[in-house]
């Protein structure tokens, strides 16, 4: 056996890479509580040289496609039909995420360009990309390693019924992640600032693009049926339920009294 096969197949490296997805969610939710990554409504300087924002998210998100491709032909289960159809959402979420909206952002931001109302656009901290581009080949790692080789498929019906479930609140999520950030970058291009976004989900909270990710990803949780499905959801919740909080305080700062106060941050009627 190649020296490259054995380390992909070394459980030891697996189970310590799914350990770290779990050790480093408590310790993101409680930072992130208190300082704000600056991109975005938070941008601010003192973080290094800044990227193109459709650049960063293109480059960060990368991972996720080719790293979890060039993973799982390794997987002794990388020819079974199950754990492709199993591996499938996760790829159509981040061809998404990876190709389809930096260039929407992209056209967002030169359609900015080209309006008379539009300001310079903040750029994406580079050491920021590169800590999500970390995160995101550990994620893939565990995620496609999992789904490729750890997974048992022995589970006839059930692994079905289960599929099928996950999968539906999975594109339950993803439907509402995509739909609010077109909306929000719809309303980039109109070149007329910050507005209060109305509509949909954002009539319930102030950040559903979030909460359609953390759908997505509960939904992940419940078709692979894992620990690390488990571990992707947790850590994505520690992740963006602290930034919607900053996010909807900062909407309440800038609108005052014009924002609706019904609103919670990113989980309706609860957070």
Known sequence: MSDQKMFLQDDSLFNYALLTLFLIAPP?????????????????????????????????????????????????????????????????????????????????????????????????PFSIALMAFIFNLLNSYVQARWVSHYKSFDDGLCFWVVFFGGVLVFFVGMRINVLSDKELLRLKSEG???????????????????????????????????????????????????????????????FGEDYPKKRKAVIPYLY
């Open 192 to 254: 007329r600032g910050y507005v209060v976004p109305k509509g949909g989900f954002f009539e319930v909270v102030s950040c559903p693009n979030y909460f359609g990710e953390i759908v997505e990803w509960f939904g992940w949780a419940l078709m692979t049926w894992s620990w690390a499905g488990l571990g992707f959801f947790v850590y994505t919740f520690a992740n963006l339920g602290p930034r919607a909080r900053a996010n909807h305080e900062w909407y309440l700062e800038k």
């Open 28 to 124: 993101t939710f409680i930072s992130l509580a208190f300082l704000q990554a600056p991109y975005g409504k938070h941008h601010r300087p003192g973080w290094g040289p800044n990227l193109s924002p459709p650049l960063a998210w293109f480059l960060m998100e990368s991972p996720t496609l080719w790293f979890t491709l060039y993973l799982f032909p390794f997987g002794n289960n990388s020819s079974n039909p199950k754990s492709i159809i199993l591996i499938t959402p996760f790829l159509i979420h981040y061809f998404n995420r990876t190709i389809i909206y930096p260039l929407r952002l992209l056209t967002t931001m030169k359609t900015k360009k080209n309006s008379s109302l539009s300001k310079t656009p903040s750029g994406f």
